[in-house]
């Protein structure tokens, strides 16, 4: 099998401004800006919506030729106050590209200047106080869209966490999960009684109701006065495996305001739901809610209703890092081998992370792959047959030509409806993941049956 | 509702129709305004839509990752064959490429997709980065050309030197240099190639079948269903018909100029201009009026098939108000004739990319009080909408959302579609969308119908 390729064939990644993007969505009042060409912030937007099916303004600097060679500073302050102007936002989230940082413009130096502007007597857009900028350097020829996801959400807390003292309030730091995750989320924490700050949280600015009037900014996101606080919680629960220290939000409020930090992977299976669960009753002082006991009886013994269909079966699971470690570590205690373990990000911690929480990783066979293409991850389906696809909707083709059962986890689901409102963490996502896991398997099994059974 | 105002910089660009006297003087083909969230994309963009559906060539996108991971077969251009541009090939530059260049890796990129997958061709494009680095994309290409034996085609499409629009002349200038390089033997002398129509859902097949029936030899469906060798001998055909002029008439235009081959504007959206579409050309081929005959049979047939058919949506939809927000103006043409045909009225017509007398025309054909706009937003779009109290809105993928959320019927008409539009089979399928979204009983729970927000 060729391994070594130059080119990256059908890409298991998107660049960092897309991520960028996603996390200031969660932000209250914050609108996305794009600097460099228009193209980047048009991709990315119809990338998002395609997905999250909900109306995602993303403004753009709009570079053209001259701006190329004399640098954004112009544009940017221009696009700057154009936005200001037509959505008035609390907070603009501004991320470069591969363009403005190859041009090497000195954007916090732009925004200097443009706040200067005003304190030296320039009108201001609206009249009203100027949103604050936070800026996050996210060129796209470094990572992918994970690593500008977490890129402007540690950029926003060095911007906006503020020294203090201590107060009971937990941060949490969710990774790029659904807006049905976050949800979950918040109703947990709600359910321990512990005041937290969720960051980013996009529940309702990218899964929200109908509208009389166009939404500007939808409502919805952490707000600007709760994330100044992060910097004097008690402590800060990030979902990741891989993210190491100096690129973690979390990792910054530890190191500036000795925030403690606990890192985990995303809590999916009985085993890192009860690891997260444990944790919060570790900090709140307080025990697991009945409800979340009812629904941990509820799914053990859904495991045991559905074991047989799924024992040994073999799955390919792919997406970013973290979301296959934790999805790796799930299908481990369900029975499943998750053969082979893929991503398109390059973390260097991937495999180390798998064997932590599958001791038997080598002896059960399971290949660990990062920096991979959809054509690497074709390549060795043809070879291990897996029973089971598991990811985003880009492995479709690879599904329908080699005839394996899918299920669509993570971003970007485009060719199925409600990826928004996919629920994978917690015992309730795993009970929703463990359900269609076992009812793809029952389909395969029924609609290749040559009686076609009608009861299982 | 709080009034929303037209930003500083684009009041030019935005015209509303008041009476015939009033002159439009509508700002346009010019670069978007910085901050306004334009709904367009990039040069970038221009050339890799016209150039997509060539579905026997590798299509390589030089530069990071995003530019070939958001292009990665999001359109509706099927092909009867090979479906080699629906993958997505990129040389994903890191930072060590960019600071040394990146010339080395799209040899190698091109040298092992090209032994991989075997093209007719291959097509380079160069994206933002490449132009500030530098990299020399022509020599990597013709030494690569030299190497391989197939005709390897730089694109220059760097995302920031100007729009859409001079990428789609950048998709066209690449084009020319395969056409010429085939063979012309066997060609007739009734033949035509088919351009700017790009197979979405198989739209090209459809037209393809009539010019057909018609008697008339189809050389190369340049880019819908395209194929390099047909491209290749492309100038052996008498006539050009150019549908999405905006991409194409560049094409059509440097193949008068070199080859003597005149050119047809057209379209094949709705009933009038379809038919138009058919009898321009068989009138262009008039020495053999069994051609017109042939034409003529055919709308016939076609119409008074699909006539009736629509009635019964006619009686639904008349009175109701359309709002058509597309990437080129010339489309919108078709749309206001469709639309009025089955009695709706249109009171917003807008366009990305639109020029001066594209807008004069629009201006013509609405009514007063229509809004006609150049390189919107979604805030004016949903502004406009609201306050014409539109039922539809006609866009592609990012308007879709602006639609739904307002309780606003929304109709795909963009590249992305997966049922054809085009001919007469697909004016049915227009209509019948536009129906199923307007006649929806899902907008009685629209905050606009007394729902609740």
């Known amino acids: 099998m060729k391994t070594a390729k130059t080119a990256t064939q059908n890409a298991c990644k998107l660049c960092n401004p897309l991520g960028a993007c996603l996390a200031f969505r969660g932000i209250e009042k914050c609108v996305p800006f794009l600097h460099g060409s228009q193209g980047c912030a048009t991709y990315i937007r119809r990338y998002l919506i395609s997905h999250f099916k909900e109306p995602i303004d993303i403004a753009s600097s709009n570079f053209n030729e001259d701006t190329a060679v004399f640098g954004g500073s112009h544009n940017l302050k221009l696009g700057l106050k154009n936005v200001t ?43 009203e106080p100027l949103p ?48 049905a995750d976050l949800r979950h989320m918040k109703e947990i924490l709600k359910d321990f009684n512990i005041p937290f700050v969720l960051l980013p949280d996009y529940s309702e600015t990218l899964d929200g109701g109908p509208w009389a009037e166009y939404h500007r900014i939808p409502k919805g996101g952490t707000p600007v006065s709760t994330i100044k606080e992060t910097g004097m919680a008690s402590g800060s629960i990030e979902f990741s495996s891989v993210l190491n220290t100096e690129k973690s939000p979390a990792g910054y409020l530890e190191k500036t305001f000795a925030v403690p930090r606990y890192q985990m992977p995303m809590p999916i299976g009985i085993k890192q739901s009860d690891a997260f669960f444990g944790l919060l009753e570790k900090l709140s002082e307080k025990p697991l809610p009945e409800k979340y006991e009812d629904e941990r009886r509820r799914l053990v013994d859904a495991y045991a209703d559905g074991h047989k269909y799924i024992f040994e079966k073999k799955a390919i699971v792919y997406g970013e890092e973290d979301l296959v470690v934790a999805m790796a570590a799930f299908l481990r205690e369900i029975g499943i081998v998750p053969v082979l373990c893929a991503s398109g990000g390059k973390s260097g911690l991937l495999k180390k992370r798998l064997q932590e929480l599958i001791p038997d990783l080598d002896e ?43 299920i669509r986890i993570g971003f970007p689901i485009h060719d199925r409806f409600g990826g928004q409102r996919q629920l994978h963490l917690g015992y309730r996502g795993t009970q929703e993941l463990f359900d269609r896991i076992v009812n793809t398997v029952i389909a395969e099994k029924q609609s290749s049956s040559p009686i076609g059974y009608t009861y299982m | 509702m709080e009034k929303i105002g037209i930003l500083e910089g684009r009041e030019k660009q935005v015209y509303e129709k008041k009476g015939d006297s009033a002159a439009i003087d509508i700002k346009c083909e010019t670069t978007s305004l910085s901050g306004s969230v334009s709904q367009r994309a990039c040069v970038f963009c221009g050339s890799r839509v016209v150039l997509y559906p060539v579905a026997d060539a590798l299509h390589v996108v030089h530069g990071p990752i995003g530019c070939a991971a958001y292009t990665w077969d999001i359109r509706g251009a099927v092909s009867s064959g090979p479906e080699l541009h629906r993958l997505s090939f990129s040389t994903d530059l890191k930072e060590m490429d960019v600071i040394y260049g990146g010339e080395k890796k799209l040899h190698q990129s091109l040298t092992e997709l090209i032994a991989q997958y075997q093209p007719k061709a291959a097509f380079i494009y160069s994206t933002c980065i490449i132009g500030l680095i530098g990299d020399d994309i022509d020599a990597v290409c013709k030494k690569v050309s030299q190497e391989t034996g197939i005709p390897v085609l730089p694109v220059h499409s760097e995302g920031f ?34 351009l700017g129509e790009f197979n979405l859902a198989g739209e090209a097949w459809i037209i393809k079948k009539y010019y057909e029936e018609m008697g008339i030899e189809v050389v190369a469906t340049m880019t819908g269903d395209g194929r390099v060798d047909d491209i290749r001998r492309s100038h052996g055909a008498s006539l050009n018909i150019v549908q999405c002029s905006g991409s194409m008439v560049k094409l059509a235009k440097m193949m008068e100029e070199k080859y003597g081959i005149p050119y047809l504007r057209v379209s094949y959206f709705g009933i009038e201009d379809m038919s138009m579409a058919l009898y321009d050309v068989a009138k262009h081929f008039s020495d053999n009026p069994a051609i017109l005959d042939a034409a003529k049979k055919l709308v016939n047939r076609e119409v008074s098939e699909l006539y009736p058919r629509l009635q019964h949506f006619r009686q639904a939809l008349e009175g109701k108000k359309a709002a058509i927000y597309v990437g080129g103006a010339f489309k919108a043409f078709s749309l206001i004739k469709a639309l009025n045909s089955v009695g709706m009225s249109v009171v917003l017509a807008g366009s990305q990319t639109g020029n001066k007398d594209d807008y004069e025309g629009l201006k013509e054909m609405c009514e007063e009080g229509t809004v006609i706009v150049d390189d919107s937003n979604p805030v004016e779009l949903s502004k406009f909408v609201l306050e014409k109290e539109a039922d539809l809105l006609i866009g592609g993928v990012k308007e879709r959302p602006i639609a739904y959320k307002l309780g606003i019927g929304f109709c795909d008409h963009n590249h992305e579609r997966k049922i054809p539009l085009a001919g007469f089979v697909g004016m049915y399928n227009f209509i019948l969308e536009v129906y199923n979204s307007v006649m929806s009983p899902v907008w009685q729970f629209a905050p606009r119908k007394g729902g609740l927000s």
């Not at chain 1, 540690?154 to 020294?163: F, G, I, P, R």
Request: contains cysteine; negative net charge.
């Open chain 1, 85 to 127: 102007q037509q959505y008035r936002p609390e907070v603009i989230g501004l991320a470069t590209t591969c363009l403005s940082e190859t041009i090497g413009d000195d954007v916090d130096m732009i925004l200097k200047e443009y706040v200067n502007l005003f304190e030296n007597g320039e009108p201001l857009p609206n009249g």
């Open chain 1, 132 to 179: 604050v900028m936070i800026h996050a350097s996210t060129p796209s020829y470094q990572g992918s869209h994970i690593d500008g996801f977490h890129a402007a959400m540690k950029a926003t807390v060095a911007k906006l966490a503020e020294e203090g003292p201590k107060k009971n309030l937990l941060n949490i730091f969710p990774n790029m999960v659904s807006p």
């Open chain 1, 364 to 406: 059960a066979g399971i290949k660990v792959r990062d920096g991979v293409d959809f054509v690497d991850i074709e390549d060795e389906a043809k070879v291990l047959k897996p029973d089971l696809l598991i990811g985003n909707s880009k492995g479709y083709t690879m599904s329908r030509k080699h005839n394996i059962p899918f």
């Open chain 2, 161 to 194: 030197k100007g729009t859409k629009k001079d990428g789609y002349k950048a998709a066209c200038d690449s084009l020319m240099k395969l056409v010429g390089t085939g063979s012309t033997e066997g060609i007739g002398k009734y033949s035509i190639n088919i």
